[in-house]
């Protein structure tokens, strides 16, 4: 058995590492006053449940007999900061159905970990928002992303891509917060966030990209979502959705991690994602 000095050296190279990093939470707060959850999905509740308060629930008179305090939730796997695990859009390869294949399979319990994280590169995508459409997406195209690299740096393979649109702004009590999601995809009285095409997706796919991540409410358009769905999850590439304070994030240089609930044979789960930011940036930039 390791001694406790043993463990210390073991772990002394990380630990001094990690010296030189914050942490930047980038999720967002579950809340039943905010537009946490998809449109037409079920609703987020979040209910006390203790020793010392008695809540009136379906009739009955509830209280806790222990003296401690918890709640209980109602909670879709697509809640607030998320991930889409293949299974979200792709059905099992023996099911017939179309878009069906071996990540069919790949459910959010089985994504490996390695997936979920890794060195970030931040694109600045907000410039799309700047002539709004209601119910409409701007596209972040594989053009974009050419003349992207052309000014910022190649992307490289087994970076974690993350749309920065500064649509987090939006996440407000309603009715205002009725922009984030409802009034883009049910209402066609608020503009889209900025999504990327089916053809970007599979363009970052073969530059070796397996994860994406965004601070609107879907990786797909608010208009048309279900192509940029088929073309990543198609290709066993993950989606993190709902994340917040990209502008925080330098262009490079900091680690992306998301860390779900495990769920078994899930589509996805809501989970804490975050950013190690070195202390001294240099010269990765921010996009903030």
């Known amino acids: 058995m390791n001694t406790t000095k043993e463990r210390d050296v073991a772990t002394a190279p990380l630990a001094e590492v990690l010296r030189g990093y914050r942490i930047v939470d980038l999720s967002l707060t579950l809340d039943d006053r905010l537009p946490c959850v998809w449109p037409g999905h079920m609703p987020f509740e979040h209910k006390v449940h203790n020793w010392y308060t008695v809540v009136v629930g379906g009739g009955q008179r509830l209280r806790s007999t222990a003296p401690y305090y918890t709640c ?24 017939g159905l179309e878009h069906a294949n071996e990540f069919g399979d790949m459910y959010g319990d089985r994504v490996p970990l390695e997936l979920l994280q890794g060195p970030a590169t931040v694109i600045d995508v907000r410039a799309l928002r700047e002539d709004p459409e209601d119910g409409v997406s701007p596209l972040i195209t594989p053009e974009f992303l050419e003349s992207w690299e052309d000014e910022k740096g190649p992307i490289s393979p087994g970076d974690v891509v993350l749309f920065f649109g500064g649509w987090d702004e939006l996440y407000v009590p309603h009715p205002e917060g009725a922009k984030y999601a409802h009034g883009p995809v049910l209402g066609d009285d608020a503009p889209g966030w900025p999504a990327p095409s089916a053809d970007a997706v599979v363009s970052l796919y073969d530059r070796g990209v397996r994860t994406l991540g965004t601070d609107a409410p879907s990786i797909g358009a608010a208009h048309e979502g279900l192509s940029m769905h088929w073309a990543g999850l198609g290709r ?41 930011v070195p202390d001294n940036p240099g010269t990765t930039g921010g996009v903030g």
């Open 72 to 95: 209980w939730m109602t909670l879709d796997e697509h809640v607030g900061t998320h991930f889409d695990a293949p299974t979200h859009f792709i059905p099992p390869p023996d099911s």
């Open 236 to 276: 066993g590439m993950v989606y993190v959705e709902a994340l917040s304070r990209l502008g925080e994030l330098p262009l490079r240089g900091s680690f992306f991690v998301f860390l779900p609930l495990k769920v078994a044979e899930s589509s996805g789960a809501s989970g804490r994602a975050l950013a190690y």
